[in-house]
């Protein structure tokens, strides 16, 4: 049972170029998230989505764009990274209710140079 | 909204010495209440939840309880370890469809 799993673990970036992050995820969970995790900034909720076909934004969405084609994939795109976006991103995934848990995927580390 | 503030860290301790973790909430309603620990180089995981007022949530030597009076979840451990060395995550769920995070507090735990 590999919960969530992210891909790529690490990622380096120059300004301007373009990649996706994925989140799989084997445990029939509704709810996916993607959060970036800062310095003193603790964690902040970037986009989310409550099942297959829908997203909705979060917090700081701007930069980012996600699809959830499949109810078990959630994918995170940078069209034009900056430096800005450099960053830890955790995925996430859970049920809804008052006492839902979130479960987490190990991080990706992405650095834009 | 909904809103969790915690002790800024780090919390530097001595092991065996006692933890308090502060963390208040605001919220509509009547929230459920999580603390989440992540471990470095790990995602976060969850450590222990409580659902309604009064109730205690304990895991792993840790516990908190819900105090509705005062908005408080403050998490508590009678004695570190060196392994218990992490980031903790106050967080509390109104019955949206997302978490309200707090900032997270480290702990730093000495031999």
């Known amino acids: 049972n590999a919960g969530v799993t992210q891909t790529p673990k690490f990622r380096v970036l120059k300004t301007g170029q373009s990649m996706t992050l994925l989140c799989a995820q084997d445990?029939?969970?509704?709810?996916m998230y993607w959060y970036r995790q800062d310095p003193g900034m603790g964690l902040r909720l970037i986009h989310y989505?409550?099942?297959?076909?829908?997203?909705a934004k979060g917090e700081v969405p701007d930069g980012y764009n996600v699809s959830r084609l499949k109810k078990q994939n959630f994918l995170l795109g940078l069209e034009s990274a900056a430096p800005s976006q450099t960053s830890v991103y955790f995925c996430?995934?859970?049920?809804?209710?008052?006492?839902?848990?979130?479960?987490f995927g190990e991080g990706s580390r992405l650095t834009v140079l | 909204g909904d809103s969790v503030t915690q002790m800024e860290g780090p919390v530097t301790l001595s092991e065996e010495a006692f933890l308090t973790i502060n963390c208040t909430y605001t919220?509509?309603?009547?929230?459920?209440l999580f603390w989440y620990v992540q471990y470095p180089g790990e995602g976060l995981q969850l450590l222990l939840k409580?659902?309604?007022?009064?109730d205690k949530g304990s895991n792993k030597g840790f516990e908190a309880t819900y105090r509705k009076e005062t908005t408080s979840f403050h998490l508590e451990k009678g004695s570190v370890q060196v392994s218990d060395s992490a980031v903790y995550f106050c967080?509390?769920?109104?019955?949206?469809?997302?978490?309200?995070f707090g900032k997270g507090t480290m702990l730093l735990v000495s031999p």
């Open positions: 919220a509509t309603g009547y929230p459920s």
């Open positions: 445990m029939n969970h509704e709810y």
């Open positions: 989505s409550v099942g297959e076909g829908t997203t």
């Open positions: 409580a659902t309604k007022a009064d």
């Open positions: 967080a509390l769920n109104s019955g949206y469809s997302t978490l309200t």
């Open positions: 996430a995934g859970g049920t809804s209710g008052l006492t839902g848990e979130l479960f």
